[in-house]
């Protein structure tokens, strides 16, 4: 737990008298990659914002890079720390950019507050991002209108990393886009990685992905977890019952829907 860049102890977050997450706790290694999965309303995106900070714990703590984040911010220097060690990716392409910003003004904007770069060199830096997930000069200049779903996941990617975290918590970051396209973003996660270094938190129901991109899983029912392990371990032969009904959900050659009355 000590190299850990992330550790989350105890976790819990209670929204009146329901309970949402409970003792939660887990550690992402530097450069490592940990999915934490479940069904809808399993609590995962709740433990995701509490990590970034969208979310204040009922109780528990959430340590990145060997700093306290369990408490809110309190300036604005501290928020934009925090900011340059944390960054999320959000599901939806289509809400997450601004409709009248280009993806080259998204990303500088990153670059004038979390860096003390010149505008020549920020604006090499942008094409340097651009390239890096896979998008051209043109692209770059258009507006989110006129890009695929995938190109603007990809500029919300860049834009993150253009704070230079040491962590990246995608939540569900490929779940709106088509299974073409979704191979394409999950490669250039994979190159970003392994170039960059960056450390992975996904939060996915979709194992295929999982099993793709991560080294280790946390898996979440009822705001608890109840199984976590190496990936492929977890995956090939889960030992709880969920794990194994999650598993068995997962449509392959020869399956049907079942029937019911």
Request: aromatic share 4%.
């Amino acid at each position: 737990m000590t190299d850990a860049i992330l550790e989350v102890e105890g976790l819990r977050k209670n929204f009146g008298e329901a309970t949402a997450v409970r003792d939660v706790s887990f550690s992402l290694p530097p450069a490592g990659a940990l999915a934490i999965v479940g069904e809808s309303g399993s609590g995962k995106t709740t433990v995701a914002r509490m990590i970034v900070g969208l979310e204040r714990p009922t109780a528990g703590r959430v340590t990145a890079c060997g700093r306290d984040r369990s408490q809110p911010a309190r300036s604005a220097r501290e928020r934009r720390d925090r900011g340059g060690q944390v960054q999320i990716v959000f599901q939806d392409p289509y809400s997450s950019l601004d409709p009248r910003q280009s993806p080259a003004a998204a990303v500088e904007e990153v670059l004038r507050l979390h860096t003390r770069l010149d505008r020549g060199r920020r604006r090499a830096r942008v094409a340097e991002l651009a390239d890096l997930v896979g998008l051209d000069e043109r692209q770059m200049a258009a507006l989110p209108s006129r890009l695929s779903g995938g190109q603007r996941q990809r500029v919300a990617i860049a834009r993150a990393l253009a704070a230079e975290p040491r962590i990246l918590i995608l939540d569900e970051s490929v779940a709106a886009l088509d299974v073409s396209i979704q191979a394409q973003v999950l490669n250039v996660l994979a190159d970003v990685r392994e170039r960059t270094g960056v450390a992975y938190l996904f939060i996915s129901h979709d194992l295929a992905v999982v099993r793709q991109v991560t080294d280790d899983v946390v898996v979440m029912r009822h705001g608890a977890i109840v199984e976590r392990g190496p990936t492929d371990r977890v995956l090939d032969a889960p030992e709880h019952p969920y794990t194994q009904l999650l598993r068995a959900s997962v449509p392959r050659p020869g399956w049907q829907v079942p029937k019911t009355r």
